[in-house]
């Protein structure tokens, strides 16, 4: 078996879907991370040079050989990394094809069989803790039991050049995560994210605060350049400290994970460096006992790929999922065998909180083209050979 082409296509919220074909007829699915040019760099003829004719099989060796290829163009973070991840997808979609058996077999075999997911909610336009408290029980109620919601600046921060914050907006923060805690059932887990916003001095007086409301986490409380900082975050706050999402490959993790700068660790493995290495990222992390919690901002496609990985690695803790509100995030992917479909009755791989894993060979799902050609920006060799 040899590849033939690799496709990409940009289709709405800049998502970047990756198809590779073979001359066995089997077709392998994957998801990059969104990110400029990202598409285009999935089609790059310098990438593809190294997959064209080769035993798509060879995933290991193949991810290795792309790295290598596109080693004068930063391959080890940013937009490169982002679409050699989302190839990387594609191939363990093939090879678990190719042999009758899911991913997460490939990868080792599975701890679990259903994979939890957090919600990533918004509170909506109005910047009341009554309005993040309604949003979270309305979430709540659809079977989640995790939750995370953002302490981004304030619209009258956006426009200052500092970062620092006030009393008063040190204590909007506090009344709004004590609303969503108080709002919500003692046992659904509750994530606060501050998304890189804040300098240690000012993000710290937050923690101290909040460290009484038993939170699952405080996700990226400063900027993720400085692992020291981070470190010293972590070191003086009770709350688990989670980070990781742009963070590149193994590499890129070691110093967080051997100075134990974060209590959690969320690869994005759609830009990270894929399944293979996502797994490796997990294991490094569990040297130090550190929890798996992926960051995702993917659709169905790279849902369900990151899902295996949960599977197969025993640290693993929940998976992000981010578009509970769209109507169109199922549509994307349609069940690959009827009979062991990942997907639920009503076509949408998140069910009571959950992924569902079963026995379908590779991914166990293919893609929905009508869907795609309908929310299509720019087709690269996706729909269209």
């Excluded at 109005?126 to 995790?146: D, I, L, N």
């Amino acid at each position: 078996m040899r590849i033939t082409q690799v496709g990409s296509a940009l289709v709405e919220s800049s998502w970047v879907l990756i198809r590779v074909r073979t001359d066995a007829g089997i077709t392998g699915l994957g998801e990059a991370y969104h990110g400029a040019g990202v598409h285009q760099i999935a089609v790059d003829d310098r990438l593809t040079r190294a997959l064209i004719g080769r035993d798509p099989r060879d995933v290991n060796r193949l991810f290795r050989d792309m790295m290598g290829a596109m080693s004068a163009s930063g391959y080890y973070q940013g937009a490169v990394m982002s679409a050699i991840s989302g190839i990387e997808m594609a191939l363990w979609d093939i090879a678990g094809q190719a042999c009758g058996q899911p991913i997460w077999r490939l990868l080792g075999g599975r701890y679990r069989d259903t994979v939890r997911v957090y919600a990533d909610c918004h509170a909506g336009d109005v910047e009341t803790p009554e309005s993040y408290a309604a949003k979270a029980r309305e979430v709540e109620a659809c079977g989640f039991s995790a939750l995370k919601f953002d302490i981004d600046p304030l619209p009258q921060m956006r426009d200052r050049h500092s970062k620092a914050l006030s009393t008063a907006e040190i204590d909007h923060y506090v009344a709004v995560v004590t609303a969503l805690r108080e709002g919500i059932d003692p046992a659904t887990e509750l994530a606060i994210d501050a998304h890189w916003n804040y300098p240690p001095v000012d993000i710290l007086k937050v923690a101290h605060r909040l460290e009484g409301l038993d939170l699952l986490w405080l996700e990226d409380p400063i900027p993720p350049e400085n692992v020291a900082a981070m470190r010293e975050v972590k070191r003086r706050t009770r709350l688990p400290i989670c980070t990781g999402e742009n963070f590149y490959t193994r590499h890129g993790f070691r110093e967080l994970v051997e100075t134990q700068a974060a209590d959690i660790i969320c690869p994005d493995l759609a830009k990270a460096g894929g399944l293979a290495e996502g797994k490796r990222i997990a294991e490094l992390g569990e040297l130090y006992y550190l929890p798996l919690a992926p960051h995702n901002v993917c659709t169905p496609v790279g849902t369900c790929a990151m899902a295996h990985v949960c599977a197969a690695v025993p640290n693993f803790l929940v998976l992000e999922y981010h578009f509970h509100h769209d109507p169109n995030w199922p549509g994307y992917v349609r069940a690959a065998d009827p009979g062991a479909s990942p997907l639920g009755p009503d076509g949408h791989l998140i069910q009571d909180g959950q992924v569902r894993l079963t026995e379908a060979p590779g991914l166990g799902l293919v893609a929905d083209d009508a869907h795609v050609q309908a929310r299509l920006r720019e087709d690269l060799g996706f729909l269209s050979r």
